[in-house]
Nanobody, 127 residues
Framework: QVQVVESGGGLVQAGGSLRLSCEFS????????MGWFRQAPGKERTFVATIFWTAANTYYTDSVKGRFTISRDNAKNTAYLQMNNLIPEDTAVYYC????????????????????WGQGTQVTVSS
């Protein structure tokens, strides 16, 4: 049975950095694409980044390109989101999600694509 748990959120000043972790438990971690989404107060959950197998298969929403880096360590069953140069607009609850990779085209920016979700971790960026 698959379970994902996020950690690493906190309060940081604008320009600072945080690294979020997502621990995956269950079989077949390398067969799953791992995604990060975020949800600000009063807003819908939106796509941040996804990684499939390696850094050669990573995707980001435009607003975080050059600032955030998604990675994974398959030996540790863990995905990461390194967030640098944080701005107040990054403030949100961040969620880790997982979906098993198939042969068809996947809409990786749609949260409905993902089957397993963590509980969320709060990231607050002050100005």
């Amino acid at each position: 049975q698959v379970q994902v748990v996020e950690s690493g959120g906190g309060l940081v000043q604008a320009g600072g950095s945080l690294r979020l972790s997502c621990e995956f438990s269950g079989p077949g971690f390398s067969d799953y694409a791992m995604g990060w989404f975020r949800q600000a107060p009063g807003k819908e959950r939106t796509f941040v980044a996804t990684i499939f197998w390696t850094a050669a298969n990573t995707y980001y929403t435009d607003s975080v390109k050059g600032r955030f880096t998604i990675s994974r360590d398959n030996a540790k069953n863990t995905a990461y989101l390194q967030m640098n140069n944080l701005i107040p607009e990054d403030t949100a609850v961040y969620y880790c999600a997982a979906v098993e990779v198939g042969h068809g085209v996947m809409e990786i920016s749609d949260p409905r694509t993902y089957d397993y979700w963590g509980q969320g971790t709060q990231v607050t960026v002050s100005s």
